[in-house]
């Protein structure tokens, strides 16, 4: 393998893994936002502390992913900085301002706002502890935007002009309504909604078939079946919609993703190489069986996942039974669909970097192959150890339950109440409304 392949493999297994830790983010912090946001609406003090319980439950599948979340998208950072020094140099003017917005934001405002929350269970009023995780959430997706934003520019470059070799901005309300970003930013939000929701299928319907706190997980199960139902409904719409316009400023990629063969893929080739010079500027093949995988995976998802709900509600029938197993295929069947559809769109643009602009040849540094091989193994290994721990620890905490370790416990986060000297450090007795007076 050249530099180029060996810089295509890194880049393609290094966003892929981070995208999974961002997917997962995205969708469930929206859950923990709106669940806290139903417990402050009850006055009732029995009803809010079963609710805050959810939203500690939830909140800590949430925390412990964010962390690890936060490592691998370092490694991007670094990434970027040590092999595509070619793309900074073309492309610095366009795309900096965006990516530097986003670092201030995801990595000083959400963290910010995130360590605000975590810690402040029994801390800070009620109101301002809800206004923290509606902070965090709507960073979250600031950041997605600003990425997306980017990355709407490398699949459609708008609003620049090149001088001397460097692209400049011409028009920041073109480049900020690109419809290559909000077309794939409306589809990943229906994405992030699918995985949140799939994940609280599994985690419920887990505890549901060991008959562990059926009131906790009854209603877990219904919800997230019906956010996943609507989050694959708003996918397909806006992957749909996506498509009819991939034509337009990607033939090459809307001939392999739709499956054309001999003739048709021919056609695209000699309309690129008219445009943009002799050499093959097409994708590779299995970009296009990627991207069938993906639309027969979503079909079935969109189908299935509101399956679910109904064994929220049964009392012990066979279906509901076969309806609760159904979660633990749908979680893998999800995860592949998200990886098919990251893929198509990023190696789908394949040989560029930015479309009709910039090869990836062109977009590396000066990185020798051994070089580029050495940080491969490097980014893989940290990567692949991050998700391995990743999941490992999300797998414990959930099979331990609403009352394995709640963010806001007294042990870590010790509220003004009674002590009793009794135990250990002279901790509060535990009580969970007590905890959560303040709510």
């Not at 206004?131 to 990355?151: E, K």
């Not at 008959?211 to 749909?240: C, E, I, Q, W």
């Amino acid at each position: 393998m050249d530099v180029v392949d060996l810089a295509r493999l890194q880049f393609a297994v290094t966003a892929t893994l981070h995208f999974l830790f961002v997917a997962f983010t995205l969708g469930m912090v929206t859950v923990v936002a709106v669940l806290q946001t139903r417990a402050l609406r009850t006055s009732d003090p029995t009803e809010r502390a079963a609710r805050m319980r959810r939203v500690r439950f939830w909140g800590g599948l949430y925390v412990i992913n964010y962390a690890l979340g936060i490592v691998s998208g370092l490694t991007q950072e670094f990434q970027f900085g040590m092999n595509w020094s070619g793309l900074s140099h073309v492309l610095g003017n366009v795309v900096g301002a965006p990516m530097a917005v986003e670092t201030v934001v995801a990595f000083f405002l959400e963290s910010t706002f995130l360590g605000l929350w975590a810690f402040g269970f029994g801390r800070v009023s009620a109101r301002t502890h809800l206004l923290l995780i509606w902070g965090v959430a709507l960073t979250a997706y600031a950041s997605t935007f600003w990425i997306m934003v980017v990355n709407g520019f490398l699949q459609k470059p708008v609003g620049y002009a090149m001088h001397d070799g460097v692209a400049r901005v011409t028009d920041w309300s073109a480049l900020l309504t690109n419809g290559a970003t909000w077309y794939a930013l409306l589809h990943l939000t229906g994405v992030v909604a699918l995985l949140a929701g799939v994940v609280m299928c599994a985690v419920s319907s887990y505890h549901l078939r060991h008959g562990r706190d059926l009131d906790f997980f009854r209603p877990a199960l219904v919800h997230g079946s019906r956010l996943a139902g609507a989050g694959a409904v708003v996918t397909a719409g806006a992957g749909m919609v996506h498509l009819e316009t991939l034509e337009e400023y990607q033939p090459e990629k809307y001939a392999v993703v739709m499956g054309e063969s001999g003739a048709g893929l021919e056609r695209a080739q000699e309309a690129a190489r008219a445009a943009y010079g002799p050499g093959d500027w097409l994708p590779p093949a299995w970009v296009g069986v990627a991207s069938v995988l993906m639309l027969l995976l979503g079909l079935v998802l969109l189908v299935l996942v509101w399956l679910p709900a109904k064994a929220g509600r049964a009392e012990g029938a066979s279906t509901g039974r076969f309806r609760l197993r159904l979660p633990m295929v749908l979680l893998p069947m999800t995860i592949v669909a998200l990886v098919c559809g990251w893929l198509s769109r990023e190696v789908g643009r394949q040989p560029w970097m930015v479309t009709g602009e910039l090869t990836v040849r062109d977009a590396i540094g000066d990185v020798s192959a051994g070089g580029m091989l050495a940080s491969l193994i490097a980014f893989t290994l940290v990567l692949g150890g991050l998700s391995v721990v990743n999941f490992s620890l999300i797998a414990h905490y959930a099979r331990q339950g609403p009352d394995g370790g709640l963010l806001g416990d007294d042990d870590l986060f010790p509220d003004a109440g009674p002590r009793d000297d009794s135990r250990p450090g002279g901790d509060p007795a535990p009580d969970e409304t007590a905890r959560v007076t303040s709510y």
